[in-house]
């Protein structure tokens, strides 16, 4: 059910954006005098290059997360007792959450204080902590922190928003491309014979621009996602554990990874403290969690 539900709303996004665009660009089209067939091709051509880009990213997440942290895997067999205990915490709280195939489970040696969970869908997914973290956490500010990230899997958090990225994809590609072109032709006097080097230009800069602006939308439902998670802890491991792992995290952001930001919304701590940060709530301030 979660499922259809996650296809329909898709579903209805893009075909509210489509008609959208469509009708918006049939009226920039008619007044700049262009041929309508090549805005319904570029519409085509970008929500396979926005979409396909979303989904080729989501699947070879976990693979670049084990390459790009160099991710110890666990074996829920091994003869650690630590190693083993931290396994078998994340299958129970799985199990809990009604997951019918267990995730991955490794840990990446970083003094941050941070974990994350990846993966293309329920049936395939990753949960890795940093050593920052068990060494500097107690053990239920640990189950806590799993829980949360348990939470992310069990509500197809990785799928949603590969979905919104790659509708914001396609947009940020369509309107740059239409906008540079009207620039272009404005600028140069001619619409026939516009400059390529100035349009090329302008279409970079409208991707920078509109790719910004389009994160915002990213980013809110990413901190809706993290609400969601922190209320699924808080349900599997208690409420009392996750206040704690919370205050714990907020503690500890000068320990932060900054090398591989492509993950950085992954994981549960982020930076709240730079300017660009509290613009854009990338992640918000632990007390309001």
């Known amino acids: 059910m979660a499922i259809l539900k996650r296809v329909?709303?898709?579903?209805?996004v893009n075909i509210l954006v489509v008609l959208t665009l469509s009708i918006s660009a049939s009226?920039?089209?008619?007044?700049?005098?262009a041929d309508p067939t090549q805005f319904y091709g570029m519409l085509f051509l970008y929500a396979v290059i926005g979409m396909g880009g979303a989904f080729i990213s989501l699947l070879m997440s976990k693979w670049m997360a084990k390459r790009m942290f160099r991710i110890q895997m666990l074996d829920p067999r091994s003869q650690n007792p630590n190693e083993r205990k931290l396994v078998e915490l994340v299958h129970r709280i799985a199990?809990?959450?009604?997951?019918?195939?267990m995730p991955e489970v490794g840990y990446y040696n970083a003094p941050e204080v941070n974990a994350f969970a990846t993966g293309p869908s329920k049936n395939n997914s990753l949960v890795a902590v940093s050593s920052g973290l068990l060494n500097r956490m107690s053990d239920d500010q640990v189950e806590a922190v799993l829980a949360h990230e348990v939470s992310h899997i069990a509500n197809g958090d990785m799928v949603t928003l590969t979905l919104i990225q790659g509708v914001?994809?396609?947009?940020?590609?369509?309107?740059?491309?239409?906008?540079?072109?009207?620039?272009?032709?404005?600028?140069?006097?001619?619409?026939?014979r516009s400059s390529f080097g100035l349009q090329y230009a302008l279409y970079i800069v409208f991707q920078l621009v509109l790719g910004v602006l389009g994160s915002i939308v990213v980013n809110y439902f990413s901190r809706m996602r993290e609400y969601r998670a922190d209320a699924g802890a808080a349900k599997y491991a208690g409420r009392d554990k996750m206040?704690?792992?919370?205050?714990?995290?907020?503690?500890?952001q000068e320990l932060l990874d900054h090398e591989h930001q492509s993950f950085a919304s992954m994981k549960i701590s982020g930076d709240t403290r730079s300017a660009?940060?509290?613009l854009f709530f990338f992640y918000f301030i632990f007390d309001h969690r």
């Open 243 to 252: 206040i704690s792992a919370l205050k714990a995290l907020g503690g500890t």
């Open 8 to 12: 329909f709303f898709f579903s209805l």
């Open 168 to 192: 914001i994809n396609t947009v940020v590609l369509l309107i740059s491309r239409l906008l540079s072109a009207a620039v272009a032709n404005a600028l140069s006097g001619d619409r026939e």
């Open 95 to 101: 199990k809990q959450a009604g997951l019918k195939t």
């Open 276 to 278: 660009f940060a509290a």
């Open 27 to 33: 009226i920039i089209l008619n007044f700049l005098g």
